[in-house]
């Protein structure tokens, strides 16, 4: 038997989060002020996020940033996580390619979302905060933003999207076991949300309301901050435990990827993986490739524009600068919900837009039939946003076939799929389409963006 698994002790958790910024030639634009246009700095962010995140958000010189000490413990629950290589998956295309991935899936919430949930939910609660509030698409982010909260004694209101409250309802289980409450968005507990619920009496929701929300909420709320699990940069900087493991393992199995793949919602999962390879390309003139997976029907880094946007659908957020469909842009209701987002973060936005990662758009159908090859190959069950990378993989493993080229992939487990069996239902009783985004769809949701880059 060929080893599969390559596994890290407790001891070799990273000590500090990398900071790709830092690295890069171009840096990504701030932020700005809607009204003024003026960058964003860091005391602009400290009403609404916690003065540690906000610091971390700017930070565009530090290449590392250390790793509390209390945030490694809750880590060591279920860090490191495996670095996996798909021998039977390999099997099953019949590629010569090697297929690696890195199981995040194994957290106690099932995703990577718990690596930047713990950080923000200790930075919080060491800045005396009492109460947080944030949103979430299919659920996984509240779940482990609820578990995190519940550790350090935070009070926690989760706005979750309508359309994966109603089809997710044991995410919803999850948060309220850890503790959290739950509404459903949008709700008619906040001005944004009432709003538009009036325009439109059967919206579904989406991650940008429910954003509005939960920010409404904060600023409103004595000594409560807002916490957001994808997008911005200190996000991304906390997921990069995700790659610098990954690093070490593949050195174990004495390999180093050519292609480097990861679903994309906001970009917090691909960031984790793909950051810490890329700095090879940065500083050691690597020439690793990265691809993010994004749903056909919400293409932003494929088919967005490059401009500053907001974050949220209500306007609530700084402008940030990134490939978006324009915030007003509502994506159909795929499954994998976690990849509903408008836009990309500001440093993946201007490493796609330096050429320094690739993209492609994958339909909902191809990603539930890889998802299926997989399960019944690796044995795991992975959640319809992982799917997407599972699908570009699988693309690139026949690509190598067809060419005949010894090509080592590594891509990102970000999830199981356990709870999101009733999608699988679906795609099994031949229920589930493709929604393809038409250029007029895109180009009337970009027309609205103030045109500033
Ligand atoms: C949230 C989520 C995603 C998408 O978010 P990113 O910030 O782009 O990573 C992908 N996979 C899983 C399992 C998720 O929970």
Known sequence: MQTKKFLLSEQEIPRAWYNVIADMAVKPRPMINPATHEPIKAEDLYPLFSKAASDQEVNYTDSFIEIPESVRDLYRIWRPTPLVRALALERALDTPAHIYFKNESVSPVGSHKLNSAIAQAYFCKQEGVTNITTETGAGQWGAALSMAAKHFGLELAVYMVRVSYDQKPYRRSIMQTYGAEVISSPSMSTKAGRKIITDRPNYSGSLGTAISEAVELAMSTPNCK???????????????????????????????????????????????????????????????????????????LTRGEFQYDFGDEAGYTPLIPMYTLGHTFTPANIHAGGL??????????????????????????????????????????????????????????????????????????????????????????????????????????????????
């Open 226 to 300: 807002y916490v957001l699990g994808s997008v911005l940069n200190h996000v991304a900087l906390h997921q990069t435990v995700i790659g610098l493991e990954a690093e070490k393992q593949m050195e174990m199995a004495g390999e180093m990827p050519d292609t480097v793949i990861a679903c994309f919602g906001g970009g917090s999962n691909f960031s984790g993986l793909a950051f810490p390879f890329l700095r090879h390309n940065l500083k050691d003139g690597a020439n690793i490739r990265f691809i993010a997976a994004e749903p056909s029907s919400c293409p932003k």
């Open 340 to 453: 509903r987002y408008h836009g990309g973060g500001a440093i993946v936005s201007q490493l796609k837009h330096d050429n320094l990662i690739d993209a492609v758009d994958i339909p909902q159908l191809e990603t539930f039939k890889a998802a299926t090859l997989f399960a019944r190959t690796e044995g795991i069950i992975p959640a319809p946003e992982s799917s997407h990378a599972i699908a570009a993989t699988i693309r690139e493993a026949l690509k190598a076939k067809v060419e005949g080229k010894q090509e080592v992939i590594l891509f990102n487990l970000s999830g199981h799929g356990l709870i999101d069996m009733t999608a699988y239902d679906r795609y099994f009783a031949n229920d589930l389409t493709n929604y393809d985004v038409t250029a007029d769809e895109i180009a009337a949701a970009t027309a609205q963006l103030e045109k500033i880059l």
